[in-house]
């Protein structure tokens, strides 16, 4: 045991860094616990476009054990990397079910879209996007995102209905599935706000033993073989993903992975105290961490991989270098054997013409208010702000789509800023988009 703290020690620089073996391995389960939901989220909303769940859980997590333990090994990092959260409604729901791509063209796009991720690392092209999207549009493309991610959440637990003349209504408050959703978002939420660590996860057991003993759910069995990989594995069509139809989907794609990635390093490292005179050390393999990962996720079946905000919980336990990681990365591997569990949790219930996944449904509404907070930076009372942030906010739940908030957001704010004579705040890389966003929508039939 001491020969290994030992190899421990050096390869991590643990008393370098003010930790111990024994806090990175409380730091890694912590992380775990706050960011296994997407071991359950993750199958329910690939299997909507049509994916395999149980490839789909398999490949969950493999290219999240596979991606954080490269951030672990390269950057040094207690930051997990799993598919994220945005990312996988836009590939599901915009550009699968919304624009009928296949979901074999759509992993080729993710592909395609981690792919330039890499090329990009020694050629600042992602500093200069970072610095050319306008603050407001950052923050109101991350709470679009989680306006939509709530809307979907809404829908999952049978709270939100379509309804001919509104488009939507209050769902059946009496149904079951209903019910069920309502004490879990109710139990999660209380879990949130009492600070429990992993609520997400706790929320979704406990409602699962709660559906299970009103006969919602019929117990499946605890661990079993992993499932077959299969159904996705290698299934990615690069080739007819590259066609002109679909650089605006590539785009966005490449976009959220480094607004995602970015932010999220940012975020951790300020509050690990990694950022010093502005600089975070290692960033370029901690992108590249991002960027692999997502290309083998295509790879496996799985949508756009980033860094998660849920390390912060690590972090927190004290969490400060890779081990954190590995032992994350452990624990995914772990959940493969445990996809009895993961299909009661996951499954859905038919109620007329919807399928409800009350049990999924509350983190995602709870994730929802997570990203909404940046709102509090925008400059309601300039026109010129406001706007382009709201038509990006109302557009994407709406839509159905983050590219139609982002395109709507973007043109917007060239068009206002050129129209009062402020263009010097206008970075040139904007009004490229804003033009390319008009002559797609000029094309669209």
């Not at 149980?54 to 799993?82: D, E």
Request: with cysteine; hydrophobic share 55%; glycine share 12%.
């Amino acid at each position: 045991m001491a020969a290994l703290d030992a190899l421990l020690e050096r390869r991590f620089a643990l008393a370098a860094h003010g930790t111990s073996v024994r806090t990175e391995l409380l730091a890694g389960t912590t992380t775990f616990l706050t960011m296994a939901y997407i071991v359950f989220v993750q199958p329910a909303v690939l299997s909507a476009a049509g994916m395999d769940f149980g490839a789909v859980l398999v490949a969950t997590c493999l290219s999240t054990a596979f991606a954080t333990t490269l951030m672990a090994l390269t950057a040094n990092y207690p930051i997990a990397v799993a598919p994220a959260m945005g990312h996988n409604f836009f590939f599901a729901y915009s550009v699968v079910l919304g624009m009928g791509v296949p979901w074999e063209v759509a992993l080729g796009a993710v592909a395609i879209a981690g792919t330039i991720f890499v090329l990009t690392a020694g050629i600042g092209l992602r500093e200069r996007l970072i610095t050319a999207i306008p603050p407001v549009l950052k923050h109101a493309i991350a709470a679009g995102i989680g306006l939509l991610i709530a809307t979907i959440g809404l829908q999952w637990a049978g709270l939100v209905v379509d309804a001919p003349g509104t488009l939507v209504t209050l769902g059946d408050l009496h149904s079951p599935p209903v019910l069920l959703a309502i004490f879990s978002l109710v139990l999660t939420a209380v879990l949130m706000v009492r600070g429990t660590r992993g609520a997400f996860l706790w929320g979704m057991l406990v409602s699962t033993l709660v559906a299970w003993a009103v006969g919602l759910v019929e117990y499946q069995g605890l661990a079993s073989l992993p499932p077959s990989l299969g159904p996705t594995f290698l299934h990615l069509d690069v080739a007819r993903a590259l066609t002109p139809g679909l650089v605006p989907v590539i785009f966005v794609f490449f976009f959220l992975a480094l607004f995602d990635s970015v932010g999220t390093l940012v975020g951790i490292g300020t509050q690990a105290g990694f950022i010093r005179g502005g600089v975070l050390p290692r960033a370029r393999q901690a992108l590249l961490a991002d960027a692999v990962g997502t290309v083998a996720g295509a790879s496996l079946g799985t949508s756009t991989v980033t860094a998660y905000i849920e390390s912060g919980a690590g972090v927190a336990a004290g969490g400060r270098t890779g081990l954190t990681g590995l032992v994350t990365a452990a624990l995914f591997l772990l959940t493969l054997f445990f996809s009895p569990l993961v299909r009661m949790i996951g499954g859905g219930y038919v109620q007329g013409s919807s399928t409800l996944y009350p049990i999924v449904a509350a983190p995602l509404v709870l994730v929802g208010t997570m990203m909404i907070g940046g709102l509090r930076e925008v400059a309601w009372d300039d026109p010129t702000e406001a706007i382009p942030a709201f038509l990006t906010l109302i557009t994407m739940p709406l839509t159905v789509s983050i590219t139609e908030g982002v395109s709507f957001g973007l043109i917007a704010f060239a068009v206002l800023k050129t129209a009062t004579g402020r263009t010097r705040e206008v970075p040139p890389l904007i009004y490229v988009f804003a033009i390319l966003f008009v002559a797609r929508y000029a094309l669209l039939r």
